[in-house]
């Protein structure tokens, strides 16, 4: 496990992402936080490339929880069948859609409780929401946030779980709104899991990482 940076570097860490990126966004395309909520539920086990490719062609047919119902499952999975999983993806799209509408009067919750009871709708979805639509400040841990967080030393943890809890607490306050974006986007392009581009990374002078691939090592 990576040594842990101390309070310093992770102002210098960040800083050095908000300087690249000062209004990280996510890269999923929407216009409204139900779209956005119908994005983050396909993304599971998936490219943000392909739900965008599939939402370009759905979103203009369908983009309210009532038009997504109207659909139905068959013609919905039509748009969405390129998208791994697809099958359970648009049944847990279709009752969250009856759900949204009977309880929430066809809006999307502001509420981690709520937000998780939803088919298909997890921690980290419900963490996604919070944070992109509505500003809060939330920790949703992917794939890439927790191998960031233990491999630089940021936030090492065991599982997703502690890691969100870690990054809540070491983050900076001040950058914690934009921090999963950051992260998700320093571990998507350059912190990558078999193959970092250490030597091109904004935060290698303060990455703890002991296995770094620098060009002049």
């Not at 890269?27 to 939402?55: G, I, R, W």
């Not at 039509?78 to 799209?93: C, D, E, F, V, W």
Request: proline share 6%.
């Amino acid at each position: 496990m990576s040594k842990l940076m101390n309070p310093a570097q992770r102002v210098a860490f960040f800083e050095a992402l908000k300087k690249i990126n000062p209004h990280p966004k996510t890269e999923l395309e929407y216009a409204s936080v139900f779209e956005l909520l119908t994005a983050v539920l396909l993304s599971a086990q998936a490219t943000d490339v392909s739900v965008n490719k599939a939402t370009q062609r759905l979103f203009p047919v369908a983009n309210t929880p009532d038009k997504i119902l109207a659909l139905g499952e068959k013609k919905l999975m039509s748009y969405i069948q390129t998208i791994g999983l697809y099958r359970s993806k648009a049944k847990h799209l279709l009752q969250t859609c009856q759900i949204l509408i009977e309880e929430y009067g066809g809006e999307v919750p502001r509420d981690r409780e709520a937000l998780e009871s939803l088919p298909g709708v997890g921690r980290k979805t419900a963490n996604v929401i919070l944070n992109t639509a509505f500003g809060e400040l939330t920790m949703a841990v992917d794939t890439h946030i927790f191998r960031v967080s233990n491999r630089t030393g940021l936030a090492p943890g065991k599982n997703v779980l502690i890691v969100e809890q870690k990054l809540l607490k070491r983050v900076p306050q001040e950058y914690l709104l934009h921090a999963h974006h950051w992260l998700i986007l320093l571990g998507r392009y350059v912190c990558k899991a078999r193959s970092p581009t250490c030597s091109k990374c904004p935060v290698e002078p303060v990455c703890q990482f002991k296995e770094k691939q620098l060009d002049h090592v």
